[in-house]
């Protein structure tokens, strides 16, 4: 029986982009979706079909997270994601007061709305996870904690007020006393897009983590090629969320790149002007954008900020990786890449030699290879997109 199912995604390309054909899987299998989205990305939600709902974004996109390590960063990061949770909840409210939803999915970062009026109304919820899922075999909380130099004291004054401020406004909009404790990820269904493979205790997750693997929209067509006598592709990228330092990172690449046999694609992002790098070597060139599947099929070795959306797209082309994380999470990512055997982790700021000695050592050993395809296949078992409608359907019929 077709339902009315409410997805909230995180404003944020790599938390929507695995969503998005799911969504339209379930709009064209007949059911109504509403999708409680920031407003930049109403119009590629719409593509789907599903209904767009705005809402406006709080997250400090144009200065990023602060990468101090300290405990007042720690907590600034803490309260803009439970902000950006909240910030979607008196519009949903009066958007689904007269049709409530039959089953509400959230991000995981994004999931106090959801949550509240969930348990409001009574009605199933599920979690959409583009990360390492938590449950009782593995919490990526603990683990990024663990990377990290401080943890978050819950009763910081500035915490404090914050969940004074969130029950404040939960009575003022009429929806009662909800407490929401221990109704997130560990105990909801869980759509995980990755392989239960990759996930770090894969094997010790419940069946109600729904490990399907990467959900892609079909790439564009690409007629990219690397110029002939290339020897071998590495494609290097530090994704599209906020990072510090990328332009003086991608001419240190440049420079080290210069003297060596690969061709060398590096993606800069909407952040990164291509005239910030100054005059590049022959055998280096430098885009804003560019559909990484064309160039990762012709790719030796991906050099990747470790982020899970490229790296599950360089292993569903069975690409090896050469891992240079800056966040906690992927710091985390990262070194399951390299305990899988699937390519190495190393420092962002390291030299230019040991980056070329990375890249080599990964392009010349054909383990790697082998073990990103044995896990390319693992992807393919995982369902994908199909087996991900299919388990959100389940969650629906309860």
Known sequence: MAGHIAFFSFPAYAHLAPTLPVVRGLVERGHRVTCVVADRFADRVAETGAEVLRYESTFPWQTGLSDAGDHEAMVQTATSFVREGLAPLEVALRRFAEDVPDLFVHDLAASETARILAKHWGKPIAQSCVSMASGPAFSMNEAQAAKGSV??????????????????????????????????????????????????????????????????????????????????????????????????????????????????????????????????????????WVAHPAVLKHTNVFVTHCGMGSVMEALSLGVPMVCVPHHVDQQVIGGQVANLGLGRMIDRGVGAEELVAAVAAVGADPAYRRRAVEMRGEIERAGGTERAVRLVESWLAG
Request: proline share 9%; aromatic share 10%; net charge negative.
């Open 151 to 288: 943890e978050v004291d819950l009763d910081d004054p500035v915490l404090a007020e914050l969940f004074a401020e969130q029950a404040k406004l939960v009575e003022d909009l009429g929806l009662g006393e909800v407490d929401i404790e221990g109704f997130g990820g560990d105990h909801a269904p869980n759509l995980v897009f990755l392989p239960k493979q990759f996930q770090v205790n894969g094997a010790d997750f419940p069946d109600r983590y729904g490990f399907v693997g990467p959900c892609v929209v079909p790439a564009a067509d690409s007629d990219w090629a690397p110029p002939p006598g290339a020897g071998g592709v590495v494609l290097i990228s530090l994704g599209t969320s906020y990072s510090p330092g990328r332009a003086e990172f991608f001419r240190r690449c440049a420079e080290a790149f210069a003297e060596q046999p690969w061709h060398v694609v590096m993606t800069l992002g909407s952040a990164v002007d291509p005239a910030e790098l100054g005059a590049l070597p022959s055998n280096v060139e430098a885009r804003q």
